[in-house]
């Protein structure tokens, strides 16, 4: 009896043991399993390894290139480079796999580049007139400005224009980002964009209908007029009132380029007559 007893008591010490041995949990990293409870993710299990992310098989956790944190077998993250010491001013990380010096700001202008932001101007004094116009072969830009060279080794063409070449230029567009560079211009010496210069000379004239002595403000993109020289004049196809001619009416050197007929001897000077021709 006292040998049943003993054993039995051995089997119930060997099943409690059992029992503590099994609520003893944990990581159970590479066993394809992959529970949450404890990791990230296992190795054996791909489901549980996101796109651009590796899984340390020793810890069951990820490192994801991308993430902005340099971890794991990462040599870099973005522009996490860790304790690393580069000779480049701007290192790039490529894939969280290498670092690499990109050319611009080497120093040196390399095939690609219109100028390094290493060398800035002090290799050569750079007017705007030496700069391309983009999307425009062989024209360049007006003297003057001062362009300086961007971190992407570009011109900075800004502080550029084509104003004054009695033309009135459209809005310049980096053909390699698609961004506009300069603004269309409203007007370029005698030149202007009807449309603004007419909505400009209503605001001083007062009603629709007018054109007015207009000038070409600096930079080509404003259009100005004196409100005490304005010499508002009434536009082709609309009705005259006293006091205020036909533009095709005014002295022949004074008539607006797009009337079609210059008048001579005037045609009554100012009456309330029919439209305006022209």
């Known amino acids: 009896m006292g040998r049943l007893v003993a054993v039995l008591v051995g089997l119930g010490a060997g099943t409690l043991a059992g029992c503590l041995l099994e609520l003893e949990l944990g990581a159970s990293c590479g066993d ?10 296992d190795p054996g299990d791909p489901d549980s390894i996101p796109n651009n992310c590796s899984c340390d098989p020793s810890t069951c956790k990820l490192a994801c290139c991308h993430d902005g944190v340099r971890e794991g077998d990462e040599v870099c993250d973005d522009q996490d480079f860790g304790s690393l010491f580069f000779h480049c001013e701007s290192p790039v990380c490529v894939n969280c796999a290498e670092v690499r010096c990109p050319p611009c700001g080497n120093g040196e202008t390399d ?3 219109e100028c390094d932001v290493e060398l800035g101007l002090a290799t050569k004094p750079v007017d705007c007139s030496d700069i391309p116009v983009p999307g425009r072969p062989g024209q360049t830009y007006l003297p003057g400005g001062s ?27 980096d053909p390699n980002t ?16 009807l449309a603004e210069r007419f909505d400009r000379c209503l605001s001083v004239c007062g009603e629709t209908g007018r054109d007015c002595n207009a ?3 600096v930079g080509c993109f404003e259009i100005e007029v004196d ?24 002295p022949a050197a004074e008539v607006p380029d797009y009337c079609s007929d210059v008048f001579d001897p005037p045609l009554g000077g100012g009456t309330t007559a029919p439209t305006c021709p022209g």
Do not use: K, Y
């Open 215 to 217: 000038t070409c403000g």
């Open 111 to 113: 095939m690609g580049e």
């Open 32 to 41: 394809e399993h992959h529970d949450r409870r404890f990791e990230e993710c």
């Open 227 to 250: 409100p005490d020289d304005s010499g508002c004049c009434v536009r082709a196809g609309f009705a005259r009132t006293a006091g205020v001619p036909c533009c095709c009416e005014l």
């Open 178 to 193: 698609g961004n506009p560079i300069n603004a269309a211009e409203r007007c370029d010496g005698e030149e202007f964009d």
């Open 147 to 173: 362009p300086r060279c961007l971190d992407d080794c570009r011109w900075d063409r800004s502080t550029c224009n084509l104003c004054g070449n009695g033309e009135l230029d459209d809005e310049i567009i």
